[in-house]
């Protein structure tokens, strides 16, 4: 049906469907690179918001006492561990200007408290 009409409105037709599909296919360009870059966006995102996540797992994570933890480690990873150690008639602990660096092991040794229930308590501090 084309083939009837004249050459001239044939070659016009021609050029602004070619136009139109330039313009897709250069639309079409931009959009995969826009995809593109959002993909990478992304990619950082998920990377940014595990780090989070474990940073704040890690700081929700609750405190674990350990025997070589030290008297002032303690008394700086929970404000109970005062209050506790005053229940073993220690509450000079967190004035003490000898032995912050004395570890929970040899506090308990040097002062006949069972190690486990020590730090099952210091533990159980919430």
Partial sequence: MIE???PRLQRWIARTVEQQVLSSVASLSVA????AA???LIGQLETRWTALRQ???A???PVRFT???TVAQALA???GVVDLLATYQLDRCERCPVRHDESLEELARGHDISLDQLLSRLDGLS
């Fill in 59 to 61: 700081a929700l994570a």
């Fill in 4 to 6: 009837r009409w004249p």
């Fill in 38 to 40: 959002a993909d990478t």
């Fill in 32 to 35: 995969r690179a826009d995809i």
């Fill in 55 to 57: 940073a704040l797992d």
């Fill in 77 to 79: 990873l929970h404000p």
């Fill in 67 to 69: 025997p070589r933890t």
